[in-house]
């Protein structure tokens, strides 16, 4: 399967704890995208990279979240000292950047903050 | 900034009726649309896009919707529906030639449930 791949895709954990999620896009991809969606709502913008760069992150995006492309490849989003209101479906996507807006999504990975 | 409003949590439609999902935007700044499906258990995919040219855009599946710049809306249609339709419909968009926040994101709707009913 040449998709979106995203681990782990549950993740149960105890507040304050941190998480860690992983993403492999589409090999072709350049670009890559968080989002995070909770029950009823639409995916909400967290950050985005070019290649190994993050040009863009969302005011969403506290300073426990961190976000890593160390090579242009795989990503990493870190949710440090969880809380309650981190529970959520963290989803990734990928595009080529002359196609922007033509996301690639992964199932995702969906967080329990108890 | 960009925003989204899909007025209809949920719509119900018999099978083989047609149905129409309702999408408006708001941007200051020139748009592109998008819509996407996201069926039970799986990942959002791309259904149609409205980047230029003519204002009905068709996608899978049978579905078409049509960008009307006045009205600053993007209606999702199809003539007759199937069971299989039956998933959770992503309304989104994206503003170019200006600045802004998650300018090169997209900016989505709630979405809204199409529920099919035999």
């Known amino acids: 399967d040449t998709g979106v791949s995203q681990n782990p895709r549950h993740k149960i954990t105890k507040r304050g704890q941190n998480v860690t999620f992983r993403c492999d896009p589409i090999?072709?991809?350049?670009?890559l995208y968080w989002y995070r969606q909770t029950l009823g709502q639409g995916p909400e913008f967290l950050t985005y990279f070019q290649n190994e760069a993050q040009l863009e992150k969302s005011r969403l995006l506290s300073d426990r979240f961190s976000a890593e492309r160390p090579k242009g490849s795989f990503s990493t989003l870190e949710i440090q000292r969880t809380e309650q209101g981190d529970s959520a479906m963290y989803l990734c996507?990928?595009?080529?950047?002359?196609?922007?807006?033509?996301?690639?999504f992964g199932e995702g990975s969906r967080l329990t903050v108890l | 900034a960009q925003s989204v409003t899909q007025l209809d949590s949920q719509v119900p439609v018999f099978e083989e009726a047609p149905v129409e999902l309702r999408c408006n935007y708001s941007?200051?700044?020139?748009?592109?649309l998008f819509w996407y499906v996201q069926y039970p258990n799986q990942g959002l995919q791309l259904l149609l896009k409205y980047l230029s040219g003519s204002t009905l855009v068709k996608g899978i599946n049978g579905f078409e919707a049509e960008f009307n710049k006045s009205q600053t809306s993007f209606h999702l249609r199809k003539p007759s529906v199937h069971i299989s339709d039956t998933a959770e419909y992503f309304c989104?968009?994206?503003?170019?030639?200006?600045?802004?926040?998650?300018?090169?994101?997209?900016?989505f709707g709630k979405g809204t449930h199409l529920i099919i009913q035999p």
């Open positions: 941007s200051s700044v020139s748009v592109y």
């Open positions: 989104a968009v994206r503003g170019y030639g200006g600045s802004g926040g998650g300018a090169d994101g997209l900016t």
């Open positions: 996507a990928s595009s080529l950047a002359q196609r922007a807006g033509e996301l690639f």
């Open positions: 090999s072709e991809h350049n670009r």
